[in-house]
């Protein structure tokens, strides 16, 4: 049965306009997200303008909104920040690395794959206990930075383990068959011809979950970590707070000065998300750019 | 089966391998001598990748995958505990069906070898990769571009220059496993040129789909059907004068 010109023209039609409509679909979608940040950002910046000032970078907390700074907090999460970042990246990647090249495929590695992606899907909260138990009492540590950064990276390592293992996993065979084919060992083919490549794949599960640790407060608020904290980490083992942990004590109290004083932490908070996901930006296209 | 067994570089004996419960090669003999091209040639699954894998135990990567009997390169068996696989595998060089670059410069391709054998002085690296790369018949074609990426060549540059990285670590044998399947018909030509050059100085081992390209390249060809080898001779007698009617049946494409 042939159709006729004018069948298939109306046919084609009805494929163009189903194109279109996905198409809105889409971008609707896309818009939803945009339009939300939109909101967030400009809501925030009307109620935090009025605190963006040097004093907010030099001063401590204080029961005065006009006193009032998070130096404490914002040194607090860039440590946190620099230790949690490597820290995390090599115990994850070291992991995937193994289960993915060195483990033995069978029930055992299966095993232990089924719990870290259910490790993954944990609340944070549960990470505060497990936090609390481990490094606040049993290796006494008490409500540190050390305890702080620990708890995080256990939160972080299985999203960073399963990313990594899905990078390493992306990486062709014929490489790794190229490498063998020519006598390299195992580390030097993971090191130099599989990692290369996954390395982009790499950052952008770490980069992800540890932006998501730096904004994160419940694990933190579990393993008692102060949020009024006067004065900056000397060492590891001091007291410390976080941004997060700022912004939601100002956010607990009463005067609308503090309301405020929490939009302006939160777009700190934004603007450090925002230069680290550039620098993992940066670093990663610096990979890319030799393959 | 070749009577100049003293001759023989390669040597496999009554060779089983199973993947885990599949049988893929049963009671293979074969006797591959020094300086020569030898063509395995038979239909697909028939083992003759798997019997090439062996060679340079690439097999071993597969779990599951289990050898027996002999296989010997210069009367030692390579199967044997205190055999190193790295130094084997430095030995008896390989290359793939799909031209496989790393996605590095064409230098630091040529380089790979060497370096993970633990050359790193530059000089030296220097001469390595420039001989390689002369004896793929590459090196007039790269000499000025020897820092860009090797995926900007073409996919027969790209095959050559896994030949000449193969090279770089100084192997006796050569492995090609279908290795001008994905080529257009000049670039194959081209390493079929290269074949015939390179055996004065390596033994060549090549599984092949081609069966012009057995008779245009290789000494000896052996025939293979369903994990055994059927047949395996001078390449002239076996694709004149075959004793078995399966070989005849093959070669003239009644099937495969």
Same mark, same amino acid.
């Given at each position: 049965m042939n159709m006729t010109d004018a069948q298939l023209h109306a046919k084609t039609q009805r494929r163009r306009n189903k194109d279109k409509i996905n198409q809105l679909i889409f971008l609707a979608s896309t818009s939803i997200g945009i339009i939300v940040l939109m909101i967030l950002i400009i809501d925030i910046l009307i109620d935090g303008i009025h605190f963006l000032r040097p004093e907010l970078f030099t001063n401590f907390p204080s029961r005065l909104p006009s006193r009032a700074g998070l130096v404490s907090a914002l040194i607090g999460s860039i440590y946190m920040l620099l230790i949690l970042a490597p820290l995390s990246f090599i115990i994850g990647v070291g992991a995937a690395i193994y289960l993915v090249e060195y483990a033995k495929k069978g029930p055992v590695s299966n095993f232990i794959q089924v719990c870290i992606s259910t490790l993954a899907g944990i609340p944070s909260i549960v990470y505060g206990i497990l936090g609390l138990t481990i490094f606040v009492q049993l290796l006494n540590l008490g409500n540190s930075l050390l305890a702080g950064i620990f708890t995080m990276t256990l939160l972080v390592l299985p999203v960073i383990i399963v990313s990594s293992q899905e990078a390493i996993k992306a990486v062709?065979?014929?490489?790794?068959?190229?490498?063998?084919?020519?006598?390299?060992?195992?580390?030097? *083919?993971?090191?130099?011809? +599989?990692?290369?490549? @996954?390395?982009?794949?790499?950052?952008?599960?770490?980069? !992800?979950?540890?932006?998501?640790?730096?904004?994160? *407060?419940?694990?933190?608020? +579990?393993?008692?970590? @102060?949020?009024?904290?006067?004065?900056?980490?000397?060492? !590891?083992?001091?007291q410390f707070t976080v941004l997060p942990l700022q912004i939601y004590n100002w956010i607990g109290l009463p005067r609308i000065e503090f309301q405020q004083l929490a939009a302006s932490g939160i777009i700190v908070l934004l603007v450090l998300l925002v230069v680290m996901n550039i620098t993992a930006v940066v670093i990663r296209n610096k990979y890319q750019k030799n393959i | 089966m070749s009577a100049t067994t003293s001759n023989a570089l390669i040597q496999i004996k009554d060779v089983d391998l199973f993947y885990t419960q599949f049988h893929a090669l049963k009671k293979v003999n074969v006797d591959i001598a020094q300086n020569s091209v030898m063509a395995f040639i038979g239909p697909s699954g028939c083992g003759k990748s798997t019997l090439l894998r062996t060679i340079n135990r690439m097999n071993d990567r597969i779990e599951g995958c289990r050898v027996e009997g002999l296989v010997s390169i210069a009367g030692n068996d390579i199967y044997s505990k205190?055999?190193?696989?790295?130094?084997?595998?430095?030995?008896?060089?390989?290359?793939?069906?799909?031209?496989?670059?790393?996605?590095?410069?064409?230098?630091?391709?040529?380089?790979?070898?060497?370096?993970?054998?633990?050359?790193?002085?530059?000089?030296?690296l220097d001469e390595i990769v420039e001989e390689s790369l002369r004896n793929a018949v590459l090196w007039d074609e790269v000499k000025d571009y020897l820092k860009?990426?090797?995926?900007?060549?073409?996919?027969?540059?790209?095959?050559?220059?896994?030949?000449?990285?193969?090279?770089?670590?100084?192997?006796?044998?050569?492995?090609?496993?279908?290795?001008?399947?994905?080529?257009?018909?000049?670039?194959?030509?081209?390493?079929?040129?290269?074949?015939?050059?390179?055996?004065?100085?390596?033994?060549?081992?090549?599984?092949?789909?081609?069966?012009?390209?057995?008779?245009?390249?290789?000494?000896?060809?052996?025939?293979?059907?369903?994990?055994?080898?059927?047949?395996?001779?001078?390449?002239?007698?076996?694709?004149?004068?075959?004793?078995?009617?399966?070989?005849?049946?093959?070669?003239?494409?009644?099937?495969?």
């Open positions: 062709p065979a014929a490489r790794r068959d190229a490498s063998f084919a020519l006598g390299a060992t195992k580390w030097q *083919t993971v090191q130099n011809a +599989v990692l290369p490549s @996954a390395i982009p794949g790499i950052l952008t599960g770490v980069i !992800l979950s540890v932006s998501r640790a730096i904004g994160e *407060t419940a694990p933190l608020v +579990v393993i008692g970590a @102060a949020t009024f904290v006067p004065f900056l980490p000397a060492n !590891l083992l001091d | 205190d055999v190193s696989v790295e130094m084997l595998r430095k030995k008896v060089g390989m290359v793939f069906q799909q031209p496989n670059p790393f996605p590095k410069s064409i230098y630091d391709n040529i380089a790979y070898g060497p370096r993970a054998h633990g050359i790193t002085k530059k000089s030296i860009r990426s090797a995926f900007g060549l073409s996919g027969g540059q790209q095959q050559r220059l896994c030949i000449a990285r193969a090279l770089a670590v100084n192997p006796d044998i050569l492995l090609m496993d279908e290795s001008t399947a994905a080529l257009d018909p000049i670039s194959t030509i081209k390493v079929e040129e290269l074949v015939r050059e390179l055996k004065n100085k390596y033994t060549i081992v090549m599984v092949t789909h081609n069966m012009q390209q057995a008779a245009r390249v290789a000494d000896q060809t052996a025939f293979f059907l369903n994990g055994e080898i059927i047949e395996v001779n001078d390449t002239n007698v076996i694709f004149s004068n075959p004793r078995d009617s399966r070989t005849e049946d093959y070669i003239s494409g009644r099937f495969g």
